[in-house]
């Protein structure tokens, strides 16, 4: 019976009271042995695949860093329509297409374009480096990973390995040249498994919720001159839960005195 509530739970997603209908049992029951199996949570189990989740943690700083680009749409001059409204957004993009000049859509709807943040996340400490550009070339990429690569060793961290997925500025020759430059091992997830590299999906979400959208900005530029204040407050004082509610830059080697 254990191993039938399992299985409805893992490939099926579906909840105690609707497992219980299924079953003929009571879903206080079935909710005792999600407990004990540790699946009472959707959480607790990959969405794509139905299995529990496989966590893993470099040992030390460096051993391994995540990078990928998280694209959001630009603010336009008056704020955006998350704050301001659907009419009003679409007013103060016209407005900000007018002004800068950037062309329109080939349906003449106003385009303002895209920011392009290169993250970089380190595997044992969770410490972020983000770049805000506005494309997301091989150059870029490269330029991205040897400023990141030159922030972590100030702080006492030498890098060995770089994980990405497959997006072409990854997949370039001039990508695996530099990586063999700097002595680190690229590496890439498989295909279609962000999973893979969940500690810098999640960052994203995080920095989402509480830079992109957190607050009203009324302009791009706005946005972005408040990105450093908040990527310092994420590695030096913001509480990691996977780490033991520790802030990042505690767990780097603090070999240059930076964080007393």
């Known amino acids: 019976m254990v191993r ?9 997603r579906l909840g105690p ?3 219980a209908d299924r079953l003929g049992m009571a879903s206080s029951t079935v909710h005792a042995v999600l ?4 699946l009472n949570r959707l959480t607790h189990i990959d969405r794509a695949t139905g299995e529990p989740i496989r966590r893993y943690e ?9 990078v990928d680009v998280k694209k959001l749409g630009k603010v336009p001059d008056g704020g955006g329509w998350r704050y ?3 009419q009003q957004g679409q007013k103060n993009r ?3 297409v007018a002004r ?5 859509s080939k349906h003449r709807d106003p385009v303002i374009g895209t920011c392009y943040l290169h993250t970089v996340i380190d595997d044992h400490s969770r410490v972020a480096y983000v770049e805000a550009h506005d494309d997301e070339t091989k150059e870029t990429a490269v330029l991205v990973l040897r400023n990141a690569v030159a922030w972590f060793a100030q702080r006492g961290v030498t890098v060995q390995r770089v994980l990405s997925d497959n997006g072409s500025c990854y997949r370039s020759h001039l990508w695996r040249e530099t990586c063999a430059e700097l002595s680190i091992t690229p590496k890439k997830t498989r295909p279609y498994r962000p999973q893979t590299n969940g500690k810098i999906e999640r960052f994203h979400r995080t920095l989402a919720e509480d830079w992109a959208f ?15 204040a908040w990527v310092h407050q994420y590695n030096h004082h913001r509480p990691h839960s996977a780490i033991g509610k520790a802030a990042p830059i505690t767990r780097l080697n603090n070999l240059a005195g930076h964080h007393t």
């Open 4 to 12: 039938k509530i399992v299985h409805l739970r893992w490939k099926q």
């Open 17 to 19: 009271v609707e497992i």
């Open 35 to 38: 407990v004990r199996c540790r």
């Open 58 to 66: 470099h040992e030390q700083p460096g051993d391994l860093l995540h």
């Open 84 to 86: 301001v409204g659907r």
């Open 94 to 96: 016209s407005t900000t």
């Open 100 to 104: 800068t000049g950037t062309p329109r």
């Open 214 to 228: 957190k607050k009203f900005y009324n302009s791009e530029s706005a946005r972005l001159a408040a990105l450093p």
